[in-house]
């Protein structure tokens, strides 16, 4: 690893050398700004050797670094050579503040692709210039090609509103702001508003390519020509035209003197200075899909019921296997994981690579298992299995901490699996008037751990979309998370965790759904959590004494809620380790 990173490293700055640039930023990012990106966007993991889903390197003439965040703070430490990288949490040491420390005075490189004009903004003090190639496109030489998957529809069965509908509702809003067109760049907004699904990227069905959506309801979506079927066509109808990425330049001149809707956080800063070229207005205002698409419908609610009543069947099997199972390695029990899964109705893969850490690993907050790195799971210690699934009509994500036995688990690991899932069902049985944030939340998953002293560096949950990313946005619970209030519909993780280093990791994760809260006679209105999630916690790694008389009562209701839904779909054996997992504490 040590010689090639060295040598691309070296490759890099001959070129911005050439260039006339001190130093250039790599984002982890593709020319959407997602976190899931294709093969050939992997341009940070290919300089660094970082393979983490959100970081950035900043590279000067004598020194580097590359920043992440708490999640993977150990694996830069495996993963990138301290000779070459400094090493940096990206939220205790800002690359902006890195940038002015070491760079001051000095022009620094971007790819206006890969920024968006909030990230651009935040680099002061040195000067930063947009450039008309991405210097790691030149230098490297086996560059996967760009994904070309077609394009396919997602039934209304499942989306629960036709796409017309869906447009004619968001351009009402665009008229009534005084906007005649929005730009659409994040793939899951084109997903959406469209009911189209792809296999771009390997655990997001999305279709890369940006749209255009007018006021009158039309749009116009620019996506190589490859991913089109006849099919498509017939289904997007003749209010939908279609476009090659190569037509965008001219498609933003024609908005000469029109006003545009544009989001400076979550689009490429190209098209803001394509915009402005053309004498456009711009309007700055999220993208008007976000929010829309985090509020299930009906039809979606249902379809996420279903889906997480399929993915617990499956999990709980694997759960019964791996007790009864000896031998096995982290990589072992992933591929049995996702087994129990394929085959089951309407799934199509995993949502996201499983996080599957025995011992000291599941320390390693978004550990992936490799063949280089798998181990055994042994007797007597701590096993984090993080797996979700994609099925058409939902997407799941769930954690469970299990011990291995066959002794009992260490009173202090068990008080601190308490403790998590003390803070894990605080938050899902809150109940909040209309207008709190998730960020207001956060502390309600903490609580017990900080009464001990203890922490951990993520945030407490994410957005999940309907057959669409793992991770969504606009909504989520974290003290770092956007202050979106909370509102009908949405789906979020309640995934507190701890973890300490060497040793082992804690998270315990369910999904769960706003709905409303009745209160007869209240003069506001109030949501609640609707859990949806269906597979027990480890007893075995639980102690009651630590919990409240009203988190014991939730527990054995929600275990009691478990077996009920569960039982009918489970073969004998299982079924009789089920009601011995899910039995009154």
């Not at 990288?85 to 001051?104: K, S």
């Not at 055994?376 to 901490?401: H, W």
């Not at 993780?493 to 209160?519: C, H, I, K, M, T």
Request: aromatic fraction near 8%; hydrophobic fraction near 45%; charge should be negative.
């Amino acid at each position: 690893m040590t010689s090639t990173h060295n040598q691309r490293l070296t490759l890099l700055r001959e070129v911005l050398k050439r260039e006339g640039l001190d130093g250039f930023i790599v984002p982890r990012a593709d020319e959407h700004l997602g976190e899931y990106v294709p093969a050939n966007a992997e341009r940070l993991a290919w300089l660094t050797g970082f393979t983490g889903s959100a970081g950035l390197a900043v590279v000067l003439a004598d020194k580097a670094a590359v920043f992440s965040d708490g999640r993977y703070t150990l694996a830069l430490e495996r993963e990138t050579d301290a000779e070459l990288w400094e090493r940096r949490h990206i939220i205790e040491d800002r690359p902006e503040d890195w940038v002015r420390t070491n760079a001051r005075g000095k022009c620094i490189g971007y790819d206006p692709w890969l920024m968006s004009p909030d990230a651009l903004k935040r680099f002061t003090d040195v000067e930063m210039m947009p450039v008309a190639f991405n210097p790691i496109d030149e230098i490297w030489a086996d560059r996967p090609a760009p994904p070309l998957a077609p394009a396919v529809q997602h039934g209304e069965e499942f989306a629960g509103e036709a796409a017309a509908a869906k447009r004619a509702r968001l351009a009402a809003g665009l008229r009534a702001a005084g906007q005649d067109a929005a730009i659409l760049t994040d793939p899951s907004s084109l997903a959406w508003l469209f009911n189209i699904r792809g296999a771009d990227l390997e655990f997001c069905p999305f279709a890369l390519g940006y749209a255009l959506l007018y006021a009158d309801g039309t749009a116009r979506i620019f996506m190589a020509g490859e991913k089109i079927t006849p099919e498509l066509r017939a289904h997007l109808g003749a209010d939908v035209s279609l476009a090659e990425r190569g037509d965008l330049p001219a498609a933003l001149a024609a908005l000469a003197d029109k006003t545009v809707r544009y989001d400076p956080a979550s689009t490429p800063v190209w098209f803001e200075t394509a915009l402005r070229m053309a004498g456009a207005k711009i309007a700055e205002a999220p993208d008007p899909v976000a929010l829309p698409r985090a509020c299930k419908n009906a039809v979606e609610q249902d379809g996420t019921r279903a889906a997480h009543l399929r993915d617990g069947v499956a999990v709980t099997k694997f759960l019964a296997w791996l007790s009864a199972t000896k031998g096995e390695t982290e990589l072992s029990a992933a591929e049995k994981l996702l087994a129990c899964r394929t085959g089951g109705e309407y799934f199509k893969g995993e949502s996201f690579p499983a996080i599957s850490g025995a011992g000291e690993d599941g320390a390693i907050i978004h550990y992936r298992v490799t063949p280089e790195t798998d181990r055994p799971i042994k007797p007597n210690e701590v096993y984090l299995i993080d797996s979700g699934g994609q099925y058409l009509d939902g997407t799941t994500d769930i954690t469970r901490t299990l011990w291995t036995g066959p002794d009992a688990a260490p009173p202090e690991i068990k008080a601190n699996v308490t403790r998590v899932l003390a803070g894990h069902i605080a938050l899902a049985r809150a109940v909040f008037p209309e207008g709190v944030a998730g960020g207001h939340l956060d502390a309600f998953a903490r609580q017990e751990l900080w009464r001990a002293g203890l922490d951990y560096d993520h945030g407490t949950g994410h957005g999940v979309g309907s057959y669409l990313s793992v991770h969504e946005g606009p909504a989520g619970i974290s003290r770092a998370a956007k202050p979106v209030p909370l509102a009908v519909g949405m789906i979020l993780s309640d995934e507190p965790g701890y973890y300490l280093p060497g040793a082992y990791g804690v998270r315990l994760e369910n999904l769960v759904l706003v709905q409303p809260a009745e209160f007869p006679g209240a003069l506001k209105k109030f949501l609640r959590f609707e859990t949806l999630t269906l597979v027990p916690f480890d007893r075995a790694l639980i102690d009651p004494s630590l919990l409240s008389a009203d988190a014991l009562a939730w527990l054995n209701d929600y275990h009691a809620r478990v077996e009920q839904a569960l039982s009918p779909h489970l073969e004998t054996g299982v079924k009789t380790w089920l009601h011995a997992a899910c039995a009154p504490l």
